[in-house]
Every structure is written in C-alpha cells, then in structure tokens.
C-alpha cells in the first residue's frame, strides 16, 4: 500500500485517504484519520453476540483482524481491511480457516439477520452487496471499517483483491450500476435528499454563523452512503 491510499470498504477499490471518493464504484467514505490510526488498545465486544473480540494476525505480513472467538465473525479497521486486501494482491493470501462458521454451528440465523452496530462508535452499520454484485452481503461503518459474519472474510477478500488489481468492478457489477432502473431512481431520490440538507445547513448557517455544520453533513454523507446498501 502506498503512502496515504486505502482499500474501498464497498468495493476493494484503491483510493487516496484523504478523498472520500472511492475512484471505482463512487461510495463516499468518512474515514479520514481513521484509516491511518493505529489500533486502539481495547477491544470493544463483539456486535453480534457480545463476547470480547480479540485481535488476530492473519498473514506473516501486518494484516489482523478484531475476531470473536464464540460467533467467528471478525470487525476489519479501515487500515487492517487495506492491508489485508494488499497482502492479497501482492500474492499473500490470508489465513481464513479460522474465520469460518465454528464448529459448534453458526449463529440462530434470527441472530445474524438484525443490523449490526460498529464496534468503535455503535451506530448501525450499512449493510449491502460487496462490489454491487457480489455474492457476498456485509456490513460497513464508513467510518470505521467493516464487520464480517463467519465464512464472509474467504468470500469478500479475493473479490476485493480482483477489483483492486484492475480498479474496476466485475463487468456484471458495472452492468448492474448503469441498466439497474431502480438503482438510478434511488441514486436520483438520494441526490435530492442530500441537497435538501445541504440547504438546510446552508440556511442554519446563514441564520446563525456559529452554528455547527457537523451533524447536516454526517446526515448528508450517511444518506449518500446508504445508496449502496442494496
Ligand atoms: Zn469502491
Ligand atoms: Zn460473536
Ligand atoms: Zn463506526
């Protein structure tokens, strides 16, 4: 990974840290210096079942992941998701054996269908096909990373890798994006939703100039983010 890019927490995509952009499939991120933060020296607990998630190498590189040992479902930081995929890319595969359903079955599925919240700041997370069409559905802070339930890491990674390597998606998924009718038309209703806010910011701050521009935009970047969760 070059200095300052990160890995599409939507598609795999390679795109600056500091653009929010991602060049291949168009989701906004908000990670900023999230994706370059070092990890936290807690663990926060796991969003599915509860239990402590500990921290797990998954390469002779630098790629971990957050894993709850009881459920197998793993939390990528944006930062571990972007080496994990270059480590992929560069030919490194990662060690998945230990990220698939456990043993002693996988969860109740009533369990693994309610969304879950990001285990750095709890708000739920947007759920959605990776790289539109893949087969695999996973859950993403654009903030913060990406939570994947057991059997998901094997299915996501390669995927992410081929896109990264090509900056660009499968042409099923390219397909999906421009002839999907229904997908426009919800590009379209996002689009003026995310302008109805940004007047509403820019009357707020013309009434009162101190006014704090903060929770319209995370309003406006949540409703763009929610374009991809289909
Ligand atoms: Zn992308
Ligand atoms: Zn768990
Ligand atoms: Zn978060």
Same mark, same amino acid.
């Given at each position: ?10 598609c795999?995509?390679?795109? &600056?840290?500091?653009? +929010?952009? %991602?060049?291949v499939c168009?989701?906004?991120? @908000?990670?900023?210096?999230? *994706? #370059?933060? $070092?990890?936290?020296?807690? &663990?926060?607990?796991? +969003?599915? %079942? ?6 797990? @190498?998954?390469?002779?590189? *630098? #790629?971990? $992941? ?65 790289g539109v ?30 896109v990264?390597?090509?900056?660009r998606l499968p042409?099923?998924s390219e397909?999906?994006m ?53």
């Open positions: 990974m070059a200095e300052a890019t990160v890995h599409c927490l939507y795999g995509g390679l795109q &600056s840290a500091e653009h +929010p952009a %991602c060049p168009g989701a906004i991120a @908000r990670f900023g210096a999230a *994706a #370059s933060a $070092a990890p936290e020296a807690t &663990s926060p607990p796991c +969003p599915r %079942c509860g239990r402590a998630l500990v921290l797990r @190498r998954l390469s002779d590189d *630098a #790629s971990t $992941a957050l894993q709850c040992e009881a459920c197998h479902g793993c939390f990528l930081r944006v930062r571990d998701w972007s080496l994990v995929v270059d480590d992929t890319e560069n030919g490194h595969p990662i060690d998945t054996k230990d990220f698939v359903v456990p043993e002693s079955g996988a969860l109740p599925r009533d369990e693994l269908v309610p969304l879950v919240r990001c285990p750095a700041c709890h708000k739920e997370m947007d759920r959605f096909h990776f069409r893949s087969p695999a559905v996973v859950d993403v802070c654009d903030a913060h990373g990406m939570w994947l339930d057991a059997g998901e890491l094997a299915q996501v990674v390669p995927y992410a890798a081929e990264a390597k090509s900056q042409a099923e397909a999906a421009r002839d999907d009718a229904a997908f426009s038309a919800k590009l379209r209703a996002d689009e003026e939703q995310i302008e109805s806010h940004a007047e509403i910011a820019r009357a707020n701050f013309r009434a009162d100039p101190a006014y704090r521009l903060s929770e319209d935009w995370s309003a406006m970047l949540s409703s763009f983010s929610r374009i991809l969760g289909r």
